[in-house]
């Protein structure tokens, strides 16, 4: 731990978990919040995918963002492959 201007820092961050994951717990009670349908996760892009809603909801520091706003339209070929 390093101290700067009074605040402190921790230099090593690996043991950090990614920004983007998500307790696997939370996830199994996570539903679409259009739908009402399951999500899947979609580890690699951080997201909840909503196939029913046509939406991925992203995920940031382990949070899932469930409103529309913050979503993604699906793509047909992000469909697809679902």
Do not use: H
Request: with cysteine; aromatic share 2%; proline share 6%.
């Amino acid at each position: 731990m390093t101290e700067d201007a009074g605040l402190q820092t921790d230099d090593d961050t690996q043991d950090e978990p990614e920004s983007s994951s998500v307790d696997p717990k939370l996830l199994e009670l996570l539903v679409c919040p259009l739908t009402k349908t399951r999500l899947s996760y979609d580890a690699e892009a951080g997201e909840l995918i909503s196939v029913a809603a046509g939406l991925a909801f992203p995920i940031r520091n382990g949070v899932p963002l469930m409103i529309e706003d913050a979503a993604r339209k699906l793509s047909d070929a992000d469909l697809r492959r679902r």
